[in-house]
């Protein structure tokens, strides 16, 4: 069983920066391949973020290239998504997520609202 909770969001304007926190329960967070998604209104949940675990390799959807960031903190059993450069269409609910043995893990979800 894993817990997810996030914290970080609210709203900002075009051109700002967030960072999004997601603390893991669990004691082999370091081994959860971790995600991160969103979804905007109307729009299916888009996977945006990917770090694996033991190298830290990240993966990231075309369209959040060079303005978003995944980072993990194995000590503290956090994740992170840091996003710069903030456009009006990142506006949505922001997941994190692992999956462990075919079971989808999810964060309580937070709002990011980018006003331009």
């Known amino acids: 069983q894993v817990q997810l909770v996030q914290s970080g969001g609210g709203l900002v304007q075009a051109g700002d920066s967030l960072r999004l926190s997601c603390a893991a329960s669990?004691?082999?967070?370091?081994?959860?391949?971790m995600r991160w998604y969103r979804q905007a209104p109307g729009k299916e949940r888009e996977l945006v973020a990917q770090?694996?675990?033991?190298?830290?390799?990240?993966d990231y959807a075309d369209s959040v290239k060079g303005r978003f960031t995944i980072s993990r903190d194995n000590g503290k059993n956090t994740l992170y998504l840091q996003i710069d450069s903030l456009k009006p269409e990142d506006t949505a609910v922001y997941y994190c997520?692992?999956?462990?043995?075919?079971?989808?893990?999810w964060g309580q979800g937070t709002q990011v609202t980018v006003s331009s």
């Open positions: 997520n692992t999956r462990l043995l075919l079971k989808n893990y």
């Open positions: 669990g004691r082999t967070f370091s081994a959860y391949v």
């Open positions: 770090i694996t675990p033991g190298t830290g390799n990240t």
